[in-house]
């Protein structure tokens, strides 16, 4: 899918990458990293990820990582680009921009709900050697990004969550556009190969992540 991206190119707002001291730095393989913090204005956790892929290092979703852990991530390349999965989940996106003059990524209709923001059309994210899957139906702007290496890499925004009560689900009704049209919408994940699978809202899946989506489609197929 190509999207479009914002061109904004500004003086870093501050020295230093955005910190919180509270965030959770985990590395999953070699090139892949998680963070993660609860947020207690919407009362959940939010998850970030940086992926070191084909065509550069990414962030998606990013909440404030220290400098010191930002420091390491960034041994793996320089940042290529940031990556906002769906119209909620601007977070640090803007900061990161500014600070390493990078362009951020979306749906188009992701990027016309981060002001101001202006972006080129088109613009492919296949540049960064990632899929961008819309997702329809889930929250406005919804994609997943899929990278085919290491047996497959799954990053997901809210269509898909992995946290406690509910565990691997779908994104509960009361949150959706039209949640039906998201499953439908979801169902082409199945024929990706997916070693693992990330989330904006919870716990990777590390191994078997493909068997885990048929499981979850042949107990919900909706």
């Given at each position: 899918?190509?999207?479009?991206?914002?061109?904004?190119?500004?003086q870093?707002?501050?020295?230093?990458?955005?910190?919180?001291?509270?965030?959770?730095?985990?590395?999953?393989?070699?090139?892949?990293?998680?963070?993660?913090?609860?947020?207690?204005?919407?009362?959940?956790?939010?998850?970030?990820s940086?992926?070191?892929?084909?065509?550069?290092?990414?962030?998606?979703?990013?909440?404030?990582l220290?400098?010191?852990?930002?420091?390491?991530?960034?041994?793996?390349?320089?940042?290529?680009?940031?990556?906002?999965?769906?119209?909620?989940?601007?977070?640090?996106?803007?900061?990161?921009?500014?600070?390493?003059?990078?362009?951020?990524?979306?749906?188009?209709?992701?990027?016309?709900?981060?002001?101001?923001?202006?972006?080129d059309?088109?613009?492919?994210?296949?540049?960064?050697?990632?899929?961008?899957?819309?997702?329809?139906?889930?929250?406005?702007?919804?994609?997943?990004?899929?990278?085919?290496?290491?047996?497959?890499?799954?990053?997901?925004?809210?269509?898909?969550?992995?946290?406690e009560?509910?565990?691997?689900?779908?994104?509960?009704?009361?949150?959706?556009?039209?949640?039906k049209?998201?499953?439908?919408?979801?169902?082409?994940?199945?024929?990706l190969?997916?070693?693992?699978?990330?989330?904006?809202?919870?716990?990777?899946?590390?191994?078997?992540?493909?068997?885990?989506?048929?499981?979850?489609?042949?107990?919900?197929?909706?």
């Amino acid at each position: 899918m190509p999207l479009p991206c914002s061109t904004r190119v500004h003086q870093p707002l501050y020295s230093g990458v955005p910190s919180s001291p509270t965030a959770e730095l985990a590395q999953l393989r070699p090139g892949l990293w998680v963070w993660h913090a609860y947020d207690p204005a919407v009362r959940t956790e939010l998850f970030s990820s940086a992926l070191a892929a084909a065509g550069g290092l990414c962030v998606v979703d990013p909440i404030p990582l220290t400098e010191a852990d930002f420091a390491g991530v960034a041994k793996a390349g320089q940042l290529a680009a940031v990556i906002v999965t769906n119209t909620n989940h601007q977070r640090t996106a803007l900061d990161y921009s500014d600070r390493f003059s990078v362009p951020v990524l979306a749906h188009r209709e992701t990027l016309a709900a981060i002001k101001p923001v202006r972006f080129d059309d088109p613009f492919a994210i296949a540049s960064k050697g990632l899929d961008a899957i819309e997702i329809e139906g889930a929250v406005a702007g919804e994609i997943a990004l899929y990278d085919p290496l290491n047996k497959g890499t799954l990053i997901v925004g809210d269509a898909l969550i992995n946290l406690e009560p509910y565990g691997f689900t779908f994104l509960p009704k009361k949150y959706c556009l039209d949640q039906k049209k998201m499953c439908r919408s979801l169902h082409k994940l199945l024929s990706l190969s997916v070693e693992r699978i990330l989330f904006a809202h919870g716990t990777p899946i590390i191994s078997g992540a493909s068997t885990r989506l048929r499981q979850l489609f042949d107990a919900d197929p909706s």
